[in-house]
């Protein structure tokens, strides 16, 4: 019998940089895992990073501030 399907939300102030590194460096650390921007940061990245990291543009993330 399988343990639940779990996955886990990393809210980082710069997961828009930590994704790419982790999969190009380390992609075993992807498995599972959705990163997000966390609203309050999101508003100092570019309009490109908010929409595809930002938290309330993250399937499954909501409107988390993620502090």
């Not at 990393?10 to 921007?37: E, R, W």
């Amino acid at each position: 019998m399988q343990g639940p399907n779990i996955t886990m939300f990393l809210h980082y102030d710069i997961a828009c940089q930590l994704k790419p590194h982790l999969q190009k460096n380390s992609p075993g650390l992807m498995v599972d895992t959705t990163f997000a921007v966390p609203a309050f940061h999101a508003y100092a990245h570019d309009a490109d990073c908010q929409v595809t990291d930002g938290t309330r543009y993250v399937t499954g993330s909501g409107l988390a501030d993620g502090e």
